[in-house]
C-alpha cells in the first residue's frame, strides 16, 4: 500500500507534507511574533496552506474562494487596519512576556490535545451512499434550491456589515 | 506511511484541532485587539479545516460541507469588517489598541 517516492500519489504525499508545514509555520508566525504586520503575513501564509488541503479534499472551488476571500479580502483588511492604527510596539513588547504567554500555551495545548484526542478516539462511520459527486455544478444546484434562504441571509448580513462598519468608522471623523 | 496521509480522515481533524488550539493560544496570549482578529481567524480556519474533513470523508451529500465552509468564509469576512472598523473607533478615542487600556466603564 506504500508508493515509491517517485509515483503520482508518492509526489501528491509530499506535496501534502509540505502544504501542511506550510500550514503549520503559518499558524506559528500568526501567534509568536511581535510585530503585527508580521503577524499577518503569517496568516496569509496560514490560508495558503490551508486552501491547498481544501484542494487534496476534492473541491477546489472553496480552496481558490479561501484564496480569493481569506489572502486576498481578510489579510489584506487587516493590514489596512493596522497601518491606521499602528499600536505601541514597545508597550506590547513589554506585556507579552511573563505569565500571560504560559497560560495561554496552556489553554491552546489542552483545547488541541481535547479536540485531537476526540478526534482519533471517535468511532468515524463511513456513509453507505453518496447522493452526489459533490462538484461544482452541485454546489450551485444546491445553493439556489435546498440553502436559498440562507444564500439570501448571507447577502443580508455582508450588507448589514458593510453599512455598519461604514458607520463606525464614520461616527469619530465629525469633531476632527 | 507518510506519504498516505492525504487520504485519512485524523490528519484533517488533527490540523484544524492544531489550528484551533493556535487561534486560542494567539487569543489569549496577544495583548492587542488586532492581535485578538487575527487569533479569531485562525480558529474559524481550524473549524473550516473540520467541516471539509468531514465532508470529503462522512456525508451522504458532499456538498453540505463545502456550502458551510463558504458559509463561514462569508461570516469571517463580515466579522472582520466590522471588527476593524470598531477598532479604528476605538483607536480615534483612546490613542491605543490595547485590551488593557478599554478601561472607561471600570468602576
Redesign the interface.
Known sequence: MNPSLFSPEGLAGVIFLILIGVTMIGAIIATCTKRLIRSVSGLAVCFVGVAGLYYFLNSPFVAMMELLIYVGAVCVTIAFAIMLAEPDEAKLARKMSGLSGGLAAVCGGAVSFALGYAAVNGQWMAPATQVNDGSLKMIGASLLTKYSMVFELISIVLLAAIIGSVALARAGRRGN | ??????TQ????????????????????????L??M???V??VL?GA??NF??F??????????G??I???I??????????S??????V???YK???V?DLVELKG
Open positions: 506511511m507518510m506519504l498516505t496521509l492525504s480522515l485524523n490528519t484533517y481533524l488533527i490540523i484544524g484541532a492544531i489550528l484551533f488550539g493556535f487561534g486560542i493560544f494567539g487569543l489569549v496570549r496577544r495583548p492587542s488586532i492581535g482578529l487575527i487569533a481567524e485562525l480556519s473550516s479545516v471539509m474533513a465532508n470529503r470523508f462522512l456525508a451522504p451529500d458532499p456538498t453540505v463545502q456550502i465552509t463558504l458559509f468564509m462569508a461570516i469571517a469576512a463580515a466579522e472582520a469588517a466590522i476593524l472598523s470598531i477598532v479604528i473607533a483607536y480615534r478615542n491605543s489598541i490595547e488593557e
